[in-house]
């Protein structure tokens, strides 16, 4: 079993830069594939980006492609997502989640456990 922190959310001007961070307990976290989502008010959940837990192969979303960086630390059970000159609908309430040794994915259902959420607030 495994639990997630979020942090490192705010409020950002476009164009600006946040890194938000997923903190793990719990055992084996380099067993895990990380997921961001992100929830607009009124939207569903989407997937932004993923990493593996087998060679760290990362996926994105079209909409962040070139701006956002994801990246673990298994040493510091701390997943990281590099956030770059973002806009105004990058606002949303983030969350990671976690799905063990499945492949990478966007689909909510993989995943078995999720953070509490970190809050982007990006203005114009």
């Known amino acids: 079993q495994v639990q997630l922190v979020e942090s490192g959310g705010g409020l950002v001007q476009a164009g600006g830069s946040l890194r938000l961070s997923c903190a793990a307990s719990?055992?084996?976290?380099?067993?895990?594939?990380i997921g961001w989502f992100r929830q607009a008010p009124g939207k569903e959940r989407e997937g932004v980006s993923c990493?593996?837990?087998?060679?760290?192969?990362?996926f994105y979303t079209d909409s962040v492609k070139g701006r956002f960086t994801i990246s673990r630390d298994n040493a510091k059970k701390t997943v990281y997502l590099q956030m770059h000159n973002l806009k105004p609908e990058d606002t949303a309430v983030y969350f990671c989640a976690a799905e063990a040794l499945g492949p990478c994915s966007f689909a909510r259902s993989e995943y078995d456990y999720w953070g509490q959420g970190t809050q982007v607030t990006v203005s114009s």
């Open positions: 990493i593996s837990s087998s060679d760290d192969s990362t």
């Open positions: 719990g055992s084996r976290f380099d067993y895990y594939v």
